[in-house]
């Protein structure tokens, strides 16, 4: 819900192109994104992730998506996802980009726990933003 109105015209793209954000982003958050940005990038990430909890991990997902936004809207589905499993990392600025876009993505931490407690004890919910699937 956070992807789609955060970045309506990529959300209609991927959806276009059959995109999941699973086929993606669980990898991201599995791995606090290291495997897929340079590791300066990803401990800039880790050290927001501690500071403002898991709400920030959506953000810095959707903040990734916002920067490559203009060059995924042209791919299709098997480019899209060899660009998202490891991003180019020559992107000049990339970390500026990527904390500037973080900072505009609107997602309320109260809206999360509301989806959280809405979607049955929040087990879904919660093992996709955790990383790990509970048994």
């Known amino acids: 819900i956070f992807f789609r109105e955060n970045l309506p ?7 276009r192109e059959d995109v999941s954000s699973d086929q993606f ?6 791995t606090l994104f290291s495997r897929a940005l340079p590791l300066d ?12 909890g ?3 991990a959506i953000k810095a997902g959707l903040g990734i998506l916002r920067v490559f936004a203009p060059v995924l809207c042209t791919m299709e589905f098997e480019e899209i996802l060899r660009l998202l499993q490891r991003l180019p990392s020559d992107k000049p600025n990339f970390a500026t980009l990527l904390f500037d876009a973080v900072r505009d993505i609107r997602v309320s931490p109260q809206r999360l726990t509301a989806m959280v407690s809405d ?4 087990e879904h ?3 996709n933003i955790n990383g790990c699937a509970h048994m």
């Not at 982003?25 to 599995?30: A, E, G, S």
């Open 9 to 15: 015209l990529l959300y209609a793209h991927f959806q």
């Open 119 to 122: 979607d049955a004890d929040g």
């Open 125 to 127: 919910i919660r093992a």
């Open 41 to 52: 990038v990803a401990a800039r990430i880790w050290d927001s992730y501690l500071l403002f």
């Open 54 to 56: 898991e709400v920030f």
């Open 25 to 30: 982003y669980i990898d991201w958050v599995l």
